[in-house]
């Protein structure tokens, strides 16, 4: 075989090669770059922030903090996942509250906001009477239901558990006002 022929085979297999390898590298990059644009989508969807409340009445106090999460998955629906933190007293009694949540928004309109959030909470309750004290630890489900006044990163509003139970639940009332705030 003459030595041009196959200095040319040569080349044309290492022509091939890096023909191949570097079309591999540039859809490699292309594929990359969508799925990064993929994700930046997503997290262009997500708004982080979360809620107040406070609750009073009848000599009690309560106060909770909830960090959360939201997916928009246009401007009528959201979804997204939450911490719940929370603190009781009354009197000899105190409380203290940590869970999770999934939470669901609904904006029929600009201005208003409806919501529905399951929460489920680890419960502490402690008592005093007479130098006594007493600590009860239980698992208890809240699914609040809400109705709020939207002012566009900031919502104030009230929500009402309707699976509240005056011996188990956290809150000494099923209805809680809120202010949530979303960036």
Request: glycine share 10%; net charge neutral; proline share 4%.
């Amino acid at each position: 075989m003459p030595t041009f022929v196959y200095y040319s085979q040569k080349a044309h297999l290492f022509l091939i090669f890096a023909l191949a390898l570097s079309s591999t590298t540039f859809f490699g990059q292309i594929k990359e770059r969508e799925n990064s644009e993929t994700k930046n989508q997503f997290w262009q969807q997500v708004r982080f922030g979360g809620s107040v409340g406070l609750s009073f009445g009848n000599g009690n106090f309560t106060g909770a903090l909830a960090p959360s999460a939201i997916y928009d998955f246009n401007k009528t629906f959201s979804t997204g996942i939450g911490l719940s933190g929370a603190y009781s007293s009354q009197n000899n009694f105190k409380a203290t509250s940590l869970g999770g949540s999934l939470i669901g928004m609904m904006r029929p309109i600009k201005e208003v906001q409806l919501s529905a959030e399951f929460e489920q909470l680890n419960i502490t309750r402690r008592y005093e009477f007479d130098g006594a004290n007493i600590k009860e630890q239980d698992w208890v489900p809240a699914l609040f239901l809400g109705v709020g006044y939207n002012l566009g990163p900031v919502v104030t509003g009230v929500r009402y558990d309707v699976l509240h139970d005056n011996n188990r639940s956290f809150y000494s009332s099923p209805f809680m006002p809120f202010v949530s705030v979303y960036f």
